[in-house]
Nanobody, 123 residues
Framework: QVQLQESGPGLVMPSQTLSLTCTVS??????????WSWIRQPPGKGLEWIGF???????DYSPLLKSRTFISRDTSKNQFTLQLRSVIPEDTAVYFC???????????????WGQGTQVTVSS
């Protein structure tokens, strides 16, 4: 069974770049038909899709975050990475990586999730 694990710093200063890595086991990020997303949940709010990288390496991003977001992958390590630039306190959230069978913007379409990692943006 596929497992996902997020890693990265828990505290980021405003205006800096947030970088998180998702390490995948039990399956390859190049397996056909799957999409690998980053999703976040700010305190007291619902889930927000950030973007995905597909099995083929194509990417798509939320229009609201597109100008600050970059998702990449390292197939040799079976990992994919989120970079969110110029962070502000409103970027404080629990960040999840997830896998789904469609290139969907809806978090409910993703059926395998990491446990999530808290990221706080503060000076």
């Amino acid at each position: 069974q596929v497992q996902l694990q997020e890693s990265g710093p828990g505290l980021v200063m405003p205006s800096q770049t947030l970088s998180l890595t998702c390490t995948v086991s039990g399956g390859s990020i190049t397996d056909s038909t799957y999409y690998w997303s980053w999703i976040r949940q700010p305190p007291g709010k619902g889930l927000e899709w950030i973007g995905f990288i597909s099995h083929g390496g194509t990417t798509d991003y939320s229009p609201l975050l597109k100008s600050r977001t970059f998702i990449s992958r390292d197939t040799s390590k079976n990992q994919f990475t989120l970079q969110l630039r110029s962070v502000i306190p409103e970027d404080t959230a629990v960040y999840f990586c997830a896998r789904g069978p469609y290139g969907s913007m809806s978090p409910t379409e993703y059926n395998y999730w990491g446990q999530g990692t808290q990221v706080t943006v503060s000076s």
